[in-house]
């Protein structure tokens, strides 16, 4: 059975670091463009950070520019979010999400529309909360 699972979420205070993880089962990365999303209590779903398939290409919100990282490594079927600078705004619960690549900006598409984009795989989400 293919799926995605993510780990690495927990709670910390701000100004800290959290590195989450997404493994892929069943299926390769190379043709998915992926990406992490969250969804905080009576908010929509934001995509964070999302990168293609190569992973040459990516798109982060702007609230998390300059201190949250994607990174993939489809050899081991996993991608990463490096959070730094943490704020209590994003305190969520955080999932990966991959959708076949259809084009030069998919990546940037998921990112966008991530509330009613159709993902091929979705996980069940870790929480993150940032909290003193």
């Known amino acids: 059975q293919s799926h995605l699972v993510e780990s690495g979420g927990g709670s910390v205070q701000p100004g800290g670091s959290l590195t989450l993880s997404c493994v892929a089962s069943?299926?390769?990365?190379?043709?998915?463009?992926i990406g992490w999303f969250r969804q905080a209590p009576g908010k929509e779903r934001e995509g964070v950070a999302c990168?293609?398939?190569?992973?040459?290409?990516?798109y982060y919100a702007e609230s998390v520019e300059g201190r949250f990282t994607i990174a993939r490594d489809n050899a081991k079927k996993m991608v990463f979010l490096q959070m730094n600078s943490l704020k209590p705004e994003d305190t969520a619960v955080y999932h990966c999400g991959a959708a076949v690549t259809k084009g030069l900006n998919t990546q940037t598409a998921m990112c966008v529309v991530a509330g009613t984009y159709e993902f091929d795989f979705w996980g069940q989400g870790t929480q993150v909360t940032v909290s003193s």
């Open positions: 069943g299926f390769s990365l190379d043709s998915y463009a």
């Open positions: 990168t293609s398939g190569s992973g040459d290409n990516t």
